[in-house]
């Protein structure tokens, strides 16, 4: 991976319709002195430690995590998957951490009382950090969090994915006004993941100085198959679920939830009655059960698989030919496309789908569809199926080299862009 730039540098910002991170201007290390900033998140995720990692493997940062939830040590339940998780991934090494007790009787992060812990604000202070990096304000103990550090003086770097692509009444429109711009006078600056997020803070009254641009990224390298290995394995993987070479398989995987949008995609496929179409569903969920039934009752073509867990994830993704992500706009990014995409696979995405403006060029890295437009979402997997498997795989390519702008890199440099503001040195 490159050299990430010292602290010192300019932020990016959203020009004219994308997302770009402006030229980083570096400084000399020894000019600088080691700045220490804490993160506060409630659960170690597959899709921010290498973030923590990289940066805490520079030479003028400390970084330590603390932990709100839970620090991954064993299964937790997950209500969208409706079973007990544990990555198979390391999640916690490579950075120093910290778990603070929770004494939530329903801990998680469904509800704004499933994170309560008392000691949160002592144990960030107790630290001495000149910045912290804050993921998520809507529990109880990270926004007491919030108040607390705002009257000590110490900068929060907020940071989430929030966009308003779902059609909402006035009233909500104006209570959410009344609320967040409270909220949104604590933090010092806004870390935000793209177009939609930035428009999101803008209409609540966040000013564009307040704004750095700190992409969503995976860990690409985690993903890429240099030796073909995972592509032989999801060849022959195929030809287990009796898929022939010359059928087009469509992939849907993550939680089957009524935010994601399976049965929709279900309905799509049978509308779309293309002889050489295959769905293959990979997940678990509240609507498994009746997914199943309607695929019986569609009479399509259809291949559910359980859960599959994270070193697994690079096979699954190559099962496909067209990765879909259906969601409504409870979908705040779509992180999965990312990882499809990293995988070669071009990707059909709802436009309530917040990663849309940065991952998907129409006929080039996939396509995009109206959400809850069935008969639109038919059309469009019309078109890239009979396209052909070969034309496919050329927009799968695309997509990689597309996707790979928003890297891990370009995540810690917006987080770099906003410690320079915050703590000149």
């Known amino acids: ?42 659960h170690p995720i597959q899709y921010y430690v290498p ?71 002592r144990a960030v202070l107790d630290w001495h950090p000149d910045a912290v990096h804050l993921t998520g304000y809507n ?35 104006i209570a959410r006004q009344f609320a967040l711009r409270r909220v949104f006078r604590l ?43 995972h592509e032989a394995a999801a060849t022959e993987w195929r030809r287990e679920l009796s898929i022939a070479d010359d059928e087009v398989v469509i992939l849907f995987a993550g939680k089957l939830q009524e935010k994601k949008q399976p049965l929709a995609l279900i309905e799509a496929v049978a509308r779309a009655a293309l002889p050489n179409l295959v769905l293959v569903i990979v997940g678990d969920g509240e609507l498994r059960a009746l997914a199943e039934r309607q695929v019986n009752v569609l009479g399509i073509r259809t291949r559910f698989l359980p859960f599959q867990n994270q070193s697994r994830m690079p096979v699954v993704y190559r099962l496909a030919d067209l990765f879909v992500l259906p969601s409504n706009a409870d979908e705040t990014w ?42 639109e979402l038919a059309n469009r997997l019309v078109g890239l199926a009979t396209a052909g498997r070969a034309r496919l795989r050329e927009m799968g390519h695309r997509a990689e080299d597309w996707s790979s702008r928003l890297s891990v890199e370009a995540t810690c440099a917006g987080v770099l862009n906003a410690l320079a503001q915050l703590t000149p040195k």
């Open 51 to 121: 973030m923590y990692r990289q940066l805490a493997a520079r030479g003028d940062l400390d970084v330590r995590v603390f932990y709100t939830w839970h620090a991954g040590a064993g299964p937790v339940d997950d209500p969208g998957f409706q079973r007990a998780i544990a990555w198979d991934i390391p999640l916690t090494d490579g950075y120093e951490w910290e778990s603070v007790p929770n004494t939530s009787p329903r801990p998680g992060t469904e509800h704004f009382a499933g994170l309560q812990n008392p000691t949160l604000s």
């Open 1 to 42: 991976m490159g050299q990430l730039p010292p602290i010192g540098v300019s932020g990016g910002r959203y020009v004219g319709g994308s997302v770009t991170a402006e030229v980083l201007t570096p400084v000399q290390h020894a000019t600088v002195a080691r700045r220490r900033l804490a993160f506060v998140v409630s």
């Open 187 to 229: 933090p010092a600056v806004f870390l935000y993941t793209g177009k939609h997020n930035h428009d999101y803070y803008r209409a609540f009254g966040v000013p564009e100085s307040k704004l750095f641009y700190c992409p969503h990224s995976i860990d690409a390298v985690r993903f890429l198959d240099p030796r073909g290995i």
């Open 334 to 375: 779509g992180l999965a496309v990312n990882e499809a995409m990293a995988c070669g696979r071009p990707a059909l995405v709802s436009d309530q789908v917040g990663c849309v403006p940065e991952l998907i060029k129409s006929g080039v890295t996939g396509d995009v569809f109206p959400a809850n437009a069935i008969g």
């Open 139 to 173: 529990y109880q103990s990270h926004y007491r969090l919030l108040r607390d550090l705002a009257r000590v003086d110490i900068p929060v770097m907020f940071r989430g994915d929030s966009h308003l692509l779902s059609p909402r009444p006035w009233w909500w429109r």
